[in-house]
């Protein structure tokens, strides 16, 4: 089973940009399902209520913390450069294996 789902991240994207100049575009709210298979459509303000837990910057919080964890396993090729936006030795999909074989590339 997958430890985050679609509709978790879509809520927490939605959340972020509710706190800035992109209120609008918030209000893309995953449907919910009773029991008996019927859809229903949930409102934001639903969704921000069942979560109060999760704060507006929780997504810009969990990305600053994903950085320095990837970093202790496999070291970016520039260290102190933070991105969400890097290729390669830089890109926070990197694995070890992706990685070998790059140190010598120039760029």
């Known amino acids: 089973p997958k430890l985050v789902s679609a509709a978790q991240l879509y809520y927490l ?18 449907q919910r399902w009773s029991w008996d298979g019927k859809i229903y459509k949930r409102t934001f303000q639903d969704w921000v209520i069942l979560n109060q837990h999760i704060p507006a910057d929780y997504l810009l919080r969990v990305c600053q913390r994903i950085g320095p964890l990837i970093e202790k396993e496999i070291p970016p ?7 969400l936006l890097g290729l390669g030795r830089q890109s ?15 760029y």
């Open 13 to 30: 994207i939605a959340r972020f940009l509710q706190s800035g100049p992109c209120k609008r575009a918030a209000q893309l709210v995953p």
């Open 77 to 83: 090729s520039v260290p102190g450069v933070k991105t």
């Open 92 to 106: 926070l999909l990197r694995t070890t294996k992706s990685t070998l074989g790059q140190a010598n590339r120039i």
